[in-house]
C-alpha cells in the first residue's frame, strides 16, 4: 500500500482506539482523582460492560440495533449499580486506606472475572453492529492532468467505526460538562480538591465516593459496549484495556481529564500508526518506555498539577 | 470439579445415541470373547487434557464432547482388556506451564495409565518433556509438526490427526495449480503459525510459485486491521490461518478491508473453527476455499462412518451441536480425539496391558501399528501410521463456501502428505 493511504488507514484505526481508550481511561481518572484509589478492576468492570452486551442484545429478537441500543443504556447502568455495591460493601470497610484498596481492588478483579467465566463461560461471542456499511475512502493522486481521486485498495472504514469515535467525543463532552457545569460535578470537584474541607461543608464525601466509583466503571462499560460489535465479548477482554489505561492516567496525569483524553490520543494513535507500519509489539514497547520517562522526568504527568 | 462437569454433560441424551451406535457396532465385534480373560475390573485411567479456559476453549469443548462420546461406545462395546474406561479431565487453561503441571498430577496424583488430549501446540511442547521424564504415554491431537520433528520424545504420540507439514504439503499443489502462483500468507505467531510458515513456503516453491511476505500476527490479538496494509498488493492468493477467541473478529475485517476486490482466499478452516460461515459479515467468503481436516457440513456422499460419529457427537448435517445450532463446532479437529482413543484401544488391546508397568509395552504396540482403515474408529478416513516418526498420515479436504455451505472439492491422497522420516524415536530408550 502506498504512504499516503496507508497512514490515513493507520490514523483511522489509530482514532477507534484512542476514542475506546480515552472513555476507559476517563473512568479510571476520576476515580483516582477524586477518591485517590487505584482501582486495577477497572478492566473487569470494562468487561462485564461487554459481556451484558452480549446478553442483552441477545434478549432482544427484532433488528440488531434494537438490541444494541438497549445494551447501551442498560449494561453501563447495570456496571455502575455493581460498581456502586462494591464501594458500599468493600471500599467504604476498608476506610479507602490507598495500599488496601489496591489489594481490595486486585480481589474484586479475580472474582469478577472468575464469575464471568463460570457463568458465560470462556467463549468470545459477536453482538451485532446496529449498521455496519464499509466505505471505501478516496486518495488524492497528482496525475499529468492534476489532482485525481482514485480509491486504493484496502483503504476504508466502516460506518460503525466511525460512530464509534463520534460517540466517545460526545460522552467526553458530556463528561466534561458534567464536571464542570453541574453542581454534581463541583460537589466531586470540591471532593478531590480537599475531602476534609468538603466534609466540613456538608458534603456526604461517603455518597460522592460511591457515585464517582460507579460513574467511573459505567464508562468503562460503555467503552466496551461501543467496541464489542468490533471485537466480541471474552471473559479475559479487561486485561489490555486495564494495562492501556494505566498507562494513560500515568502520561496524562493521574486525575487530570484534559490530560487524561490528551494521553488517549496519543497513545492510541501512535498504537494505530506504529503498529501498522511496524508492528504492534514495538507499539507497546514504545508506550511503556514512555511511561517510564514520563515517570522520571515528571512523576506527575504531562498535565498533573502536583506529584500524585 | 471438572471431571464432574464431564460425567454430568456425557450423560444427556447425546449419550443415549453413543450408546445405541455402540451397540449396533459391537455386534460386529469379533474380539469378544478375549475380555472375558481380563484380570483386573480397575478402569483403565485415561488423563484427559483438555483447553476447558484460555484461548483454546472453543476446542477445548468440542473436544471433551468427542470424548465423552467415544469414551461412552468403547465402554459399551466391552472397554478395553474387558475394563471400563475412565477419563480424568483437567483444565491445562491453554496454557504450557499448567499444562505440564496436569501432565504431572495425571501420574502421580490420579494415578492414570497413559494421557491424552491436548491441541494447541505450545501447551503440548510445554507438557511432552514432563510427560516423557514420567514415562507416561501422551497422546496427543494437535496437528502441530513438532512430533514429527524430532523435538519430543518416545513417550509422546500424535495417531489421530495428521500435521501441520503433511497438510500444507497436500495443499500447495491445489492452491497453485487452481488459485495462483503468487502467495501472501497471515498466520498466528507461535509454534503452530510458523510449522504453517516454513513448511507452506518450501511447498509452494515446489510447485514453483512464491510466497510475497508473511504476517505474523499475536494468538491473542483482538484487532487486525492494522496488518492488513502489509498484503502487497500484486497478492493472487491470501492464505489465511488464524486461532484464538478473536477469528470472528479477524474474517470479518479481512472482509471489511478488502471490499470488493480481494485476491482468492485459501483459509485453513482453523480461522473460522466454531463460528458459523453464516454469520452477518463473512458474506465474502462465497467462493472462497478452505483446508479441512473433516468436511464440516455432511456431504453429498458421505460415509455412514461419518453419520454414526456425527449422530454419537451430537453434531447435526452442518456441523453444530443438535441441541444448539448457534453452537458450532471444531469439526476439522475434534474428530482426532475419537480416533486417538480407538489406536490406544487397540494398542493396549494388541500390548495386553494390564498396569502401568506395561505402558512401554503400549508404546511398542502402537509403534507397530501402520494401516488404519477407514471405519467406525476412523470416520475422517483411512489413514497411515509412521512408528519411526510417531505421526499418522492421512487424506485432506480441500472445500469451497457456496450458498454459505463448506462443500469438498477435492479429496488429497495420503501419498500428498507423505515426507521423509525427521526421526526415528523408536531408537530412543523406553
Keep these: 500500500m502506498e504512504f499516503g493511504p496507508h497512514l490515513m488507514l493507520a490514523v483511522l484505526e489509530g482514532a477507534v482506539t484512542a476514542a475506546v481508550l480515552s472513555l476507559t481511561a476517563v473512568g479510571l481518572s476520576l476515580v483516582f482523582g477524586v477518591m485517590r484509589v487505584v482501582n486495577v478492576a477497572h478492566g473487569e468492570f470494562f468487561m462485564l460492560g461487554a459481556v451484558l452486551a452480549w446478553w442483552i442484545a441477545g434478549a432482544f429478537g427484532g433488528h440488531a440495533a434494537l438490541g444494541f441500543l438497549a445494551a447501551l443504556v442498560v449494561a453501563p447502568l447495570a456496571v455502575g449499580a455493581m460498581a456502586v455495591l462494591a464501594d458500599i460493601v468493600i471500599l467504604k470497610r476498608i476506610g479507602y486506606d490507598p495500599e488496601r484498596t489496591i489489594v481490595a481492588t486486585i480481589g474484586l478483579l479475580y472474582i469478577l472475572q472468575q464469575v464471568t467465566l463460570m457463568s458465560y463461560g470462556p467463549e468470545a461471542r459477536p453482538v451485532a453492529a446496529p449498521f455496519n456499511t464499509r466505505l471505501a475512502l478516496p486518495w488524492v493522486e497528482w496525475g499529468e492532468a492534476g489532482p485525481a481521486l482514485y480509491w486504493p485498495w484496502g483503504l476504508s472504514i466502516t460506518s460503525y467505526k466511525l460512530a464509534v469515535i463520534g460517540a466517545a467525543v460526545a460522552v467526553l463532552v458530556g463528561v466534561w460538562a458534567v464536571m464542570t457545569r453541574t453542581r454534581i460535578g463541583l460537589v466531586m470537584r470540591a471532593t478531590q480538591l480537599d475531602r476534609d474541607m468538603a466534609l466540613a461543608f456538608g458534603i456526604p464525601v461517603e455518597r460522592v465516593y460511591a457515585l464517582v466509583f460507579g460513574f467511573g466503571a459505567a464508562l468503562a462499560a460503555l467503552a466496551a459496549v461501543l467496541i464489542v460489535p468490533i471485537s466480541q465479548a471474552h471473559y479475559l477482554m479487561g486485561g489490555d484495556p486495564l494495562l492501556l489505561s494505566f498507562i494513560v492516567v500515568i502520561i496524562g496525569g493521574l486525575g487530570s481529564l484534559p490530560g487524561t483524553v490528551v494521553a488517549a490520543l496519543l497513545i492510541g494513535l501512535s498504537d494505530g500508526v506504529i503498529s501498522v507500519f511496524f508492528s504492534p509489539t514495538l507499539a507497546k514497547i514504545l508506550a511503556t518506555l514512555l511511561v517510564a520517562l514520563v515517570l522520571v522526568f515528571r512523576p506527575q504527568g504531562l498535565f498533573g498539577a502536583r506529584a500524585a | ?430
Excluded at chain 2, 451397540?23 to 470373547?33: E, F, I, K, N
Excluded at chain 2, 497436500?170 to 507461535?190: S, W
Design chain 2, 1 to 430: 470439579m471438572t471431571t464432574k462437569d464431564g460425567a454430568k454433560r456425557g450423560t444427556t441424551r447425546r449419550g443415549a445415541l453413543a450408546t445405541l451406535a455402540g451397540g449396533a457396532a459391537a455386534a460386529s465385534l469379533p474380539l469378544w470373547a478375549r475380555y472375558t480373560h481380563a484380570q483386573s475390573a480397575e478402569p483403565i485411567r485415561i488423563g484427559f487434557q483438555v483447553h476447558r479456559t484460555g484461548i483454546g476453549a472453543a476446542y477445548g469443548r468440542w473436544y471433551d464432547r468427542t470424548t465423552q462420546a467415544v469414551v461412552e461406545k468403547i465402554n459399551a462395546e466391552g472397554g478395553i482388556n474387558g475394563r471400563p474406561v475412565e477419563i480424568i479431565a483437567e483444565d491445562d487453561g491453554t496454557d504450557p506451564k499448567r499444562g505440564a503441571e496436569v501432565v504431572e498430577k495425571f501420574a502421580n496424583q490420579h494415578g492414570c495409565d497413559i494421557a491424552f488430549g491436548t491441541l494447541f501446540s505450545h501447551v503440548v511442547i510445554g507438557s511432552a518433556p514432563r510427560a516423557g521424564e514420567l514415562k507416561l504415554p501422551y497422546f496427543v491431537v494437535s496437528e502441530g509438526h513438532h512430533v514429527a520433528s524430532g523435538m519430543l520424545n518416545r513417550y509422546t504420540l500424535q495417531p489421530g490427526i495428521t500435521d501441520v507439514k503433511s497438510q500444507v504439503q497436500a495443499m500447495a499443489p491445489y492452491v497453485a495449480g487452481n488459485l495462483g502462483k503468487k502467495v501472501t500468507m497471515i498466520f498466528p505467531d507461535f509454534a503452530f503459525g510458523h510449522d504453517h510458515r516454513d513448511y507452506f513456503t518450501d511447498a509452494i516453491e515446489a510447485q514453483g510459485g512464491q510466497v510475497l511476505a508473511h504476517i505474523a500476527i499475536p494468538p491473542t490479538e483482538t484487532s487486525f486491521t492494522k496488518y492488513f496494509p502489509k498484503i502487497p498488493r500484486d497478492t493472487e492468493v491470501l492464505y489465511h490461518v488464524m486461532v484464538g477467541p478473536a477469528v470472528l473478529t479477524f474474517v470479518k475485517e479481512l472482509g471489511e478491508f478488502f471490499g470488493p476486490s480481494a485476491p482468492a482466499l485459501f483459509g485453513f478452516i482453523d480461522s473460522l473453527e466454531a463460528v458459523d460461515i453464516a454469520s452477518p459479515g463473512l458474506e465474502f467468503l462465497e467462493g472462497s476455499y478452505f483446508w479441512e481436516g473433516n468436511p464440516r457440513y455432511a456431504q453429498s456422499d458421505q460415509t455412514i462412518y461419518d453419520k454414526a460419529y456425527r449422530e454419537a457427537v451430537g453434531v447435526d448435517g452442518n456441523g453444530a451441536s443438535v441441541s444448539d445450532p448457534k453452537d458450532v463446532s471444531t469439526y476439522a479437529h475434534m474428530f482426532g480425539c475419537w480416533e486417538t482413543l480407538y489406536v490406544v484401544k487397540a494398542g493396549m488391546e494388541a500390548a495386553g496391558y494390564q498396569a502401568p508397568a506395561d505402558r512401554g509395552k503400549l508404546i511398542e504396540a502402537v509403534e507397530a501399528m501402520t494401516e488404519m482403515p477407514e471405519g467406525y474408529a476412523h470416520p475422517q478416513g483411512a489413514k497411515l501410521f509412521n512408528g519411526k516418526t510417531h505421526q499418522v498420515f492421512g487424506h485432506q479436504y480441500i472445500s469451497q463456501v457456496k450458498d454459505g455451505r463448506l462443500v469438498r472439492v477435492h479429496t488429497t491422497s495420503i501419498d500428498d502428505g507423505a515426507y521423509p522420516d525427521e526421526v526415528d524415536y523408536t531408537k530412543h530408550p523406553l
